[in-house]
């Protein structure tokens, strides 16, 4: 059990004295005040952890001193002490803010279990206060909407800083939820393009037959169900910034169209038979080895070396950090902000617990955790307690599972680190999509909120 | 009389107390404390220190009586059957002047087991040497001790201090070595 300086304010000597007495052969140091007054003197010349405050007391009460001590020393624990049968005025002092209250005589093991329990809330408190600072010199060192502190992210936005002015392709590789948009935004935002459009669109998350239409747009007429002429990306990027996302699902006849768009900045529509022309700046972005689908002949050589004139490597949470508290912070900021709950931290054993975990869905597992915290969360305080649906990591694979579970175990993770895209998902698998969806039905699986 | 230096305990019993559990104390004190010890004869019982209201001994006067008057090379233990308290507390086993001059140790509630029968009197003579000791270590100026497993650890009742052994952990030992020679 930690030392703790202890204030005891009671109008009877005795009552001070023995309390003094017994506190101080347990190692604690203990100042005494007979009033409020003394009381107010003391704290201003010592450092005191925790205030004993008898309520009755004449002159100035405890109540009123413990109205004082909140407005002066909000950081100062405070246990009431009142007598049997004042109860409702001791529970009226906690609503005021005091942290307990004892009723005297104390029993000495319900005084010990109430002394240690301060103890370990100034040594918690001391841990917080560790948390703010650290997380107080982190932030600020944000960039853009990219919020981090971690040496590999300061380096992420050195780098973009970089490119930003360059008005070159960029291509950003990266695990899935990592904030690769993020990172292709910032460069928009810091290059001479930001006042143009920044478009984005994931080429995995559009059928591949639908994605010429997507990038290049189509006429009026092209096609069944095209009523009238629609503008694509390509073009909606004019002056502005083109981001393809999972640039790797792109087909490689599709590669060879875009290849082409990029190289001489003009295109036709689909159906159409006049080139349009669009400038615009490229930034891509993968999860997959770019490397090896070039290897596997899924990528195009020359498509490759176009899009990876500079490459950025956005690191998984798991690798950034201090930047796990930090984003945490902010989520929960931004989520109680949006809800209307008045929920302003967590506690050290809530971030101790997101620390320890290996995030393997990266910032958007984060923010999902967050949310639901924020959602579930009774107190001011998110605590380890709201985090319990964190469970066990998807990777772990427990003793004696059985063939199902891991079939499950594997199905889940492919579909999260495909951002639940099930086509891509299936691709991955080697079974097609239809296969895929009974797989996820048998299992009752459920794409994360 | 055996023991280390000048120093001298005095037991004293308040009121009426029955011979070996003077004598249990008295050796006790002497091993585990290393101070030579004398056995007065009994004061009266302290009825100045009664709260009516309770039913209880203040051990507070207790304590001032007992450290008043006193030899500077002595310090007193004083052992009652009745029931102490400190008015801030319902009950105390025993109370210290932290490295002052007298302690007291209370028989009442070591007397009875959890389930309210009287405890055989082996365990009551054990408890009460542990008490005493733990008390007069105070009076030298020992505190609480983290070490769970040291006689100087803070009992938060009779079971827990029945599982210690009457012992004090090697960093208490060396403070008494030291304060007694000093």
Partial sequence: MGI???MVVDDEEAMRESLAAWLESSGHQVGLAEN??????????G????????IKMPGMDGHELLRRLREHHPGIMIVMITAYGSIESAVTAMKEGANDYLLKPFDPKQLMLLIEKMASQ?????DYRLVRTRLSELEGAGFGDLIAGSESMRSVFRQIEEVAQADIPVLITGETGTGKELVARAIHAQSMRNCGPFVAINCGAVPQQLLESELFGHERGAFTGAIRTRLGRLEMADHGSLFLDEVGEISTQMQVNLLRALEEKRFLRVGGSREVESDFR???ATHRNMQALVEDGRVRTDFFYRINVISIHVPPLRERGDDIALLARHFVKQFSSEISKPIQELTPNAYRLLVRHSWPGNVRELLN??????????GPLIDAADLTFLGPEPGAVKSGATLMELEALHVRRTLDECDWNVSRAAEILGINRGTLTRHIKKHGLQRPC | MAGVGRLRVEVIPLGPVDEVSISVVAANIQTFIGLAVDVAAPWPDPAYALIPVRGQYNALPILRALSESIDIDMLRLGLFAGDLCLPILTYVFGEAQVNGRAAVVSLRRLKHGRDGQRVLPHVLLERLAKVAVHEMAHVLGLKHCRSPRCLMSFCLGL?????????????????????ILR
């Avoid at chain 1, 409020?36 to 010349?45: I, N, Q, R, T």
């Avoid at chain 1, 100034?122 to 001391?126: G, I, L, P, R, T």
């Avoid at chain 2, 012992?167 to 070595?177: F, K, Q």
């Fill in chain 1, 4 to 6: 703790l300086n202890i």
């Fill in chain 1, 122 to 126: 100034k040594d918690m408190m001391a």
């Fill in chain 1, 282 to 284: 490229l930034i891509c």
């Fill in chain 1, 47 to 54: 450092d005191y952890d925790l205030v004993l405050l008898d």
């Fill in chain 1, 36 to 45: 409020g007054l003394k009381a107010l003197d003391l704290l201003e010349s």
């Fill in chain 2, 159 to 179: 079971e827990q201090l029945d599982d210690l052994t009457l012992r004090l952990c090697s960093d208490c030992e060396r403070l008494i070595a030291g304060r």
């Fill in chain 1, 369 to 378: 955790v967050i949310e639901r915290a924020v959602v579930v969360s009774r």
